[in-house]
C-alpha cells in the first residue's frame, strides 16, 4: 500500500511563500509522472502543477509563474514552492500519481490571509 505524507502547510499572509513536501513510498517514484493538487471549500479538486520523470513540468495558469514544482527521486519526495501567495490559494494541497492515482492521503492545508 503505497502511502503519501504531505506537510508544510500553514497560515500565511498574502504575497508569502511557503514550501510543501510530499513523500511517496512507491517503488515506481522515479518513474511516476507526480502532481500537486489542491481542493478549495465547495470547489472540485484540481491539478495545479505536476512534474514527469524526465523533470517536464506542467502548471495551471492560475499558478503560473508563482508555483515551482520539483522532486528528489533519492529521497522519494516531490516539492512544491509557493511564492507570491493569494487569498484564492486558500485549499488543502495534496500529491499524487497524476495518471493512475494511489490512495490520497491526508494533504496539508494552505490558508492565505489577506
Known amino acids: 500500500q503505497v502511502q503519501l505524507v504531505e506537510s508544510g502547510g500553514g497560515l500565511v499572509q498574502a504575497g508569502g511563500s511557503l514550501r510543501l513536501s510530499c513523500a511517496a513510498s512507491a517503488n515506481t517514484f522515479r518513474v511516476d509522472a507526480m502532481g500537486w493538487y489542491r481542493e478549495a471549500p465547495g470547489k472540485q479538486r484540481e491539478l495545479v502543477a505536476s512534474?514527469?520523470?524526465?523533470?517536464?513540468?506542467n502548471y495551471a495558469d492560475s499558478v503560473k509563474g508563482r508555483f515551482t514544482i520539483s522532486r528528489d527521486n533519492a529521497k522519494n519526495t516531490v516539492y512544491l514552492q509557493m511564492n507570491s501567495l493569494k487569498p484564492e490559494d486558500t485549499a488543502v494541497y495534496y500529491c499524487?500519481?497524476?495518471?493512475?492515482?494511489?490512495?490520497w492521503g491526508q494533504g496539508t492545508q494552505v490558508t492565505v490571509s489577506s
Open positions: 512534474i514527469n520523470s524526465a523533470r517536464n513540468t
Open positions: 499524487n500519481r497524476v495518471r493512475v492515482p494511489y490512495n
